[in-house]
């Protein structure tokens, strides 16, 4: 089988001819695992590991000039080196919030220019799917609450306007997944049949609890990202959806609302214990992900590693369902030898 039609063959509760699997790694960790792999390029890495292949295809940015520091957004940031590696872009600390300074929506109306669409170039989007028949590509999605808080208002007042300004919330977000919404209709019409799928996602829990109410994240996200699924599935493609953390109280009305695949399964957090996904979910969801960053791959050894691959595929893949991986982006902390022990367990079960 392919990529494509091995992950297809789980998402429709068929047998594929060996276990799937994904990577998933800061460009420090890939730099740190193909030196210890002694490959030069991330396809030999996935040949050399029997990894499936996944690429991510986005158009290209044809917009007005962005200085160094800034996103598309307004955003400015400041890259934050650390041991090993470093934090770019939003990853790193935001030092400008461009709507941070607003009261109110007509404020932001008056003094803001929302990114257009038209600011991406997607006939050439061909260009990048040259070559790559059977592999799974991932277009388009959204994730904007992300964007409100890290780039736009900033993560405090992002909260408070949850509270004190749900207008600025709710106007913010219908202008973001518009943005999200038309970029990917546009990537999908341009490569009819071509695209797997998309995340439709929104990071919603901490290791102990929810990060906003139910109450909130059914009137400010739930409807947005149903229209994105509605999309995505129009197109007839897969919708991944990723939120990290406890999440397990939503499980159920995200499963309702369309998503076909659950990532990252963070299973040490409260209430995400893998025997209980399984038994109320299992045959409604696949499974994405699974293999703990926090602790096994950054302080285990390569037996741990590989034990807890059997555990995650005995218990989350029992009927089928599960696409194994790591449960975040592996970081570079993580030892060379514990990522390769990953794709050997499943290489060894597929044997």
Not at 191 to 203: H, T
């Amino acid at each position: 089988m392919t990529s494509v039609e091995r992950w297809q063959a789980v998402l429709h509760g068929k047998t594929p001819d060996r276990l799937p699997c994904f990577f998933n790694a800061t460009a420090e960790a890939e730099a740190k695992l193909m030196r210890h792999l002694a490959v030069d390029s991330h396809e030999k890495l996935l040949e050399r590991l029997h990894i499936d292949r996944v690429a991510t295809v986005t158009p290209r940015y044809v917009g007005p000039p962005l200085a160094a520091d800034a996103t598309v957004f307004g955003a400015r940031f400041q890259n934050i080196p650390y041991a090993g590696g470093v934090y770019s872009g939003i990853d790193g600390v935001v030092t400008h919030h461009p709507l941070a300074a607003f009261s109110s929506v007509e404020e932001i109306e008056e003094n803001y220019t929302w990114p257009s669409p038209d600011w991406w170039e997607y006939k050439d989007l061909t260009q990048q799917v040259e070559n790559k028949e059977g592999w799974i590509l991932i277009a388009g999605g959204s994730e904007p609450f992300m964007d409100y808080k890290e780039q736009l208002r900033g993560t405090e007042q992002a909260f408070v306007d949850l509270i004190q300004n749900p207008e600025i919330v709710h106007y913010c977000l219908e202008k973001l997944y518009h943005l999200c919404y038309e970029n990917t209709r546009r990537i999908y019409e341009s490569l009819p049949g071509r695209i797997f799928g998309s995340w439709v996602a929104e990071d919603m829990g901490t290791q102990e609890s929810l990060l906003y109410s139910p109450a909130q994240i059914r009137d400010f996200f739930f409807p947005h990202m149903k229209r994105m699924i509605d999309l995505v599935h129009g197109f007839g493609g897969v919708v991944f959806h990723h939120s990290d953390g406890a999440i397990r109280p939503l499980v159920p009305e995200l499963i309702d609302l369309g998503i076909d695949v659950l990532n990252p399964i963070q299973w040490r957090c409260a209430g995400m214990d893998r025997e209980g996904l399984a038994r109320d979910f299992a045959g409604k969801v696949v499974f994405h992900g699974g293999v703990d960053n926090q602790f096994t791959l950054a302080f285990g050894n390569p037996e741990q590693v590989k034990e807890e691959v059997r555990d995650n595929t005995r218990i989350l893949g029992a009927h089928g369902g599960y696409i194994v991986g790591p449960c975040h982006k592996i970081q570079v902390i993580s030892p060379p030898e514990n990522v390769v022990a990953l794709y050997e367990a499943v290489n060894e079960m597929n044997a």
